[in-house]
């Protein structure tokens, strides 16, 4: 497991600093402070900067590097070459060094990132509430064991979400139409036999927990779970583009929420061919 942390300079930076330490941390993972330099600015002064915010991770193993280009071509280019399993950026201290028109960085690193992404919003001192939202996709699964692995670790509480499509809206009045969590997880449907995996592994791994299941825009029920509830994070994850397509996309509630979340937002991805071995492997 290895974090690489993007930053610009302290002191704006510092939540995202501390969040990404304390995520490192839980995972027992080693970090990687870096930052970007443009043409002409002082090499030396960024390694300074660098110095100094690891200053802040005190109990966390901590490298660091200075790369020159494009922010986003060069966070891309370093997680790939350094292996890194999680990139973690701030959305206000990375918002300011590309264009804003066209997306803030951290959004384009979720995007276009291959492996999982943690957009920091605010400082959190502790993790304490985890919202864990699955769609019961094949991806679902690593959503939940990266959720769990997460608050097992820092002893924290979790909710299970899903998020069922509205009922539609000629059937809009019938109450009886609106299926009920203990009915669904009653049935035989694949999205019920994911929850009730999802919940077996949040109890044998010792997580305190609870499942919520809404119906409605997912972003939007996402979002308003999140704001009732005073979560420090949200862990959600990202499908894999189709074959026709470079690198990974985002479907459209992740991004939603990545940009909207008043909490830090974990992205989980995993590769298609791993995720298909894992699956077989699981039955």
Known sequence: MKTLICIRGLPYTGPTIQFGGLIAGLEGSPVTLMTVVQPGEDRAEAEARLAQAAGLLPDVAVSTTVRQGAPLAEILQEARTGGYDVIVVGSRDMSGLID????????????????????????????????????????????????????????????LLHVTNPVPTMYTGLEAIEETLEELLHTDTPVARHLRWSAQHLAEAGVPAEMELQQGVASDEILREARQGNYDLIVIGARAAGSGLKG????????????????????????????????????
Do not use: N, W, Y
């Open 100 to 159: 804003g028109l066209l997306g803030t960085l951290s959004r384009k690193v979720s995007d276009r990132a291959q492996g999982s992404v943690l957009v920091v919003k605010e400082g959190r001192p502790a993790l304490k509430r985890i919202l864990i939202c699955t769609g019961g996709q094949q991806l679902g699964r690593a959503v939940v064991e990266t959720g769990a692995r997460l608050a097992r670790a820092a002893g924290a509480e979790a909710t």
């Open 248 to 283: 990974f996309l985002m479907d459209q509630v992740t991004p939603e929420v990545v940009d909207r979340a008043p909490c830090p937002v974990l992205v989980v991805r995993v590769r298609p061919d791993f995720d298909a071995k894992t699956q077989r492997r699981k039955g």
